[in-house]
T-cell receptor, first 115, second 112 residues
Framework: DTAVSQTPKYLVTQMGNDKSIKCEQN?????MYWYKQDSKKFLKIMFS???????INETVPNRFSPKSPDKAHLNLHINSLELGDSAVYFC??????????????FGSGTQLSVL | GDSVTQMEGPVTLSEEAFLTINCTYT??????LFWYVQYPGEGLQLLLK?????DKGSNKGFEATYRKETTSFHLEKGSVQVSDSAVYFC???????????FGAGTTVTVRA
């Protein structure tokens, strides 16, 4: 069973479109994240939710809107896509308790290509 | 601000060679330090961690020691295998912060 699953795996779209990436975790974790990995493999946090509440919001354009309907899901909606949004987006989750915010479990990524 | 700097890749080496990937950090206080690994086509996964000075994290033959005096957390493995080919990320977290901050990643390719 996949612990952190995100869909779609690949997303090719035109500039100006609106798209969503979905993420679900079946680990019972309280915290979920979205990270963006650019073409040079640099990984940067975008958002984090803990029990459906936003706790990290790095300087991300407001075209990016995360939504957490419950603590097992964190979806990422992107409006008016731009060329610079092309990247691999990783969803992750982490448990509360002894290792909060440290032991992250990542999904396998969504490769977004904006043409 | 607080950051993590790791050596640029790519690194290419032969099977059974010794691997070192340098990582240094800037710190206020005493962060926890981590190495994550990303195998081809997969998400990152925690490889090892150390939470205080002189701690040594180890896993799968990899080791890293938290060196406060040099603000370093270099990753080492004595004899690499082809299956160790991956991107390796150094990361840190301050004790009062939710955020896990990653370095830029080092791509390692091991040839048979």
């Amino acid at each position: 069973d996949t612990a952190v699953s995100q869909t779609p795996k690949y997303l090719v779209t035109q500039m100006g479109n609106d798209k969503s990436i979905k993420c679900e975790q079946n680990l019972g974790h309280d915290t979920m994240y979205w990270y963006k990995q650019d073409s040079k493999k640099f990984l940067k946090i975008m958002f984090s939710y803990n029990n459906k509440e936003l706790i990290i919001n790095e300087t991300v354009p407001n075209r990016f809107s995360p939504k957490s309907p419950d603590k097992a899901h964190l979806n990422l909606h992107i409006n008016s896509l731009e060329l610079g949004d092309s990247a691999v987006y990783f969803c992750a989750s982490s448990p509360s308790g002894a290792e909060p915010f440290e032991k992250l479990f990542f999904g396998s990524g969504t490769q977004l290509s904006v043409l | 601000g607080d950051s993590v700097t790791q050596m640029e890749g790519p690194v290419t080496l032969s099977e059974e060679a010794f691997l070192t990937i340098n990582c240094t950090y800037t710190a206020t206080g005493y962060p926890s330090l981590f190495w994550y690994v990303q195998y081809p086509g997969e998400g990152l996964q925690l490889l090892l961690k150390a939470t205080k000075a002189d701690d040594k994290g180890s896993n799968k033959g990899f080791e890293a020691t938290y060196r406060k005096e040099t603000t370093s957390f270099h990753l080492e493995k004595g004899s690499v295998q082809v299956s160790d080919s991956a991107v390796y990320f150094c990361a840190r977290r301050n004790s009062n912060d939710y955020k896990l901050s990653f370095g830029a990643g080092t791509t390692v390719t091991v040839r048979a």
